[in-house]
Every structure is written in structure tokens, then in C-alpha cells.
């Protein structure tokens, strides 16, 4: 491969496809699981949250449309409404995730300008001090 088709790569070839997108979801869920700040914000099941952030990964990352085919517009923020988000959660939840992709084996030189747009969208997640409509939205489709 020349360089410029190597740039061209998208960041979901970078790291690796659908099998990374899922080694990189389990070991931040393996994380939440005990995490004093996240687990009280999750629900029961993890199970069905898993896979919903391996879908939105993977079409985040310039893969497979996976999470809108199911879901529609990912609309993010207003899907977090629910969940009461404040800075130390929003910091937390970028903490556990580096080690996450780490983890799962992505090079730092391919993970820094991933994490540079995951903090952006992070601390857009940010809601505890807005008044915003609180009740589970569930697996609703938005346009
Ligand atoms: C800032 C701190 C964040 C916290 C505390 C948080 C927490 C949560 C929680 C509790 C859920 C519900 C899981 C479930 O229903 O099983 C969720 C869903 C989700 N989160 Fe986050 N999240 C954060 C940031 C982000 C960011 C930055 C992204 C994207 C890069 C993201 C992507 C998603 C996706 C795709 C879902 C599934 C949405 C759905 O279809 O219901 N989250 N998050």
C-alpha cells in the first residue's frame, strides 16, 4: 500500500475492524461493571448497552451504518438524558475507555485523534445541571 492510500484508511480499518470495536467494548463494560461512579448509572443488564456501543463504534468510526439501521439518528445527547451526567461521570467514562483501548491493543499514535473528538463528545454529554425530560427513552428509533 502507498502512503496515500494508507492515509485514506479509515480510522475503523485502523484499528482493526468489528473484532477490535468489540475487544474495545468489553474491556470498558469489564470496567463499568465495578466502577463506583458509572455502574449506579447503568442499568441491570449490560448485555443489550454492549452491543448498541459496539453498533454506534462502528459507524463512528467510518465502518458499517450498524447503529442506524437499528436506531436512527444517534442523537446521543438526548439518548443520555436519562442518565444524570455530570463532569466527574463524563471524565470517568473517557478515563475507562482509554484504558479500554489500550487494552484491546489500538497504538496510541491511532488513538490520540479518536480521543481527541471522544472528549469533545464526552463532555457534549454533560447534562446534571440541565432541565432536560429524565424518562428512559428504551430502544426508540429517531430521525
Ligand atoms: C460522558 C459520559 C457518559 C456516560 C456516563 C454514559 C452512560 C451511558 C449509559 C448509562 C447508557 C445506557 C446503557 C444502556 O441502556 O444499557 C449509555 C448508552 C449509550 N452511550 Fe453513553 N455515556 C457517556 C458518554 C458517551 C459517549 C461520549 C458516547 C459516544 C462516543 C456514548 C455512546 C453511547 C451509546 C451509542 C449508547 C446507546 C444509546 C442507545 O441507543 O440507547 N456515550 N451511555
Known sequence: MNPSEASAATPYQQVGGAQTVVRIVE????????????????????????????WFFEQWLGGPTSYSD????????????????????????????????????VPRDIQDPIFERLAVLARHMINANDDVPREPLGDVYLD
Open 27 to 54: 474491556a470498558f463494560y469489564a470496567r463499568v461493571e465495578t466502577d463506583d461512579i458509572l455502574r449506579p448509572l447503568y442499568p441491570d443488564d449490560l448485555e443489550p448497552g454492549k452491543k448498541k456501543l459496539a
Open 70 to 105: 437499528r436506531y436512527g439518528h444517534p442523537r446521543l445527547r438526548r439518548r443520555h438524558f436519562p442518565f444524570v451526567i455530570d463532569e466527574r461521570a463524563a471524565g470517568r467514562w473517557l478515563r475507562l475507555m482509554r484504558e479500554a483501548w489500550t487494552e484491546a491493543g
